[in-house]
């Protein structure tokens, strides 16, 4: 569909706009949320051994619960990354995690059921960081919705860790304005080298792609309302933030 005259332009952009002042409160809440901690863990597999490890995270799923933990948040690895399983190990803060009574009963659990040592021989790699995240509640919904991700790592330039994560603020309007789902924002607290991360939770892959089904006058619109100069300015604009970017396209584990 081809917009030709003054008054649909004019018309785009004003509704793209209502939407982005109605969006800057949730950004702003959404910002302030960022206080859930979780352990990320970034796992490659002993070549072979993939589903074997999965079915041991399976039950290990079921020995937190017992423990009183809340389990995992995970996704597989489809292209991108070398990692073949990301999951999200709910936290909530450093006291609560480690208290006494918690950390005895999770060993005393997992002792129990047997599979430690199994997991470690199933494992090549692993890489772990602790960030900051989204209430818990709000990331289970979209994971139990959802069942396809978009993971996007990212190493800031020095002293610039700040704006990135304007930036990726600025893109969640962006995609907020024309009606995409937005990014879930990550950010490190210690670990691995990477300072923010974002995933993006879709139904499928098709949803994932459309996106590409946006005008390209929503886009110039929306892209402005967000703080851009232009849609095609937001890949230049995050690279000047950013030592490091990885991308992963991963699904839901079944």
Do not use: C
């Amino acid at each position: 569909m081809k917009f030709n005259s003054v008054f649909s332009m004019k018309t785009i952009r004003r509704v793209v706009a209502i939407f982005a002042m109605l969006l800057a409160p949730l950004v702003a809440s959404a910002q302030q949320q960022q206080h859930y901690l979780y352990r990320t863990e970034l796992i490659q597999a002993t070549p072979g051994k993939l589903v074997e490890l999965i079915d041991l995270y399976k039950q290990e799923s079921a020995v937190d619960q017992k423990a009183g933990d809340e389990p995992a948040l995970w996704m597989r690895h489809s292209q991108g990354d070398r990692w073949d399983l990301l999951r999200l190990v709910p936290m909530q803060n450093y006291s609560a995690y480690y208290a006494p009574a918690r950390v005895e009963s999770r060993e005393r659990t997992l002792r129990a059921a047997g599979i430690a040592a199994k997991m470690h021989d199933d494992i090549a790699w692993e890489e772990d960081i602790f960030v900051y995240g989204p209430p818990l509640d709000a990331l289970r919904k979209a994971f139990s919705d959802g069942a396809f991700f978009h993971v996007e790592m990212f190493e800031s330039l020095p002293d610039k860790r700040a704006e990135l994560y304007h930036e990726r603020e600025m893109e969640n309007a962006y995609s907020a304005a024309l009606g995409q789902p937005t990014n879930f924002i990550f950010v490190r607290d210690q670990g691995a080298a990477f300072d923010i991360f974002t995933i993006g939770v879709f139904h499928n892959l098709k949803h994932y792609a459309e996106s590409s089904d946006v005008t390209p006058e929503a886009q110039a619109a929306a892209a402005k309302a967000a703080g851009f100069e232009s849609a095609a300015d937001i890949g230049p604009y995050l690279r000047k933030f950013i030592r490091l970017h990885h991308d992963t396209l991963a699904v839901a584990v079944k």
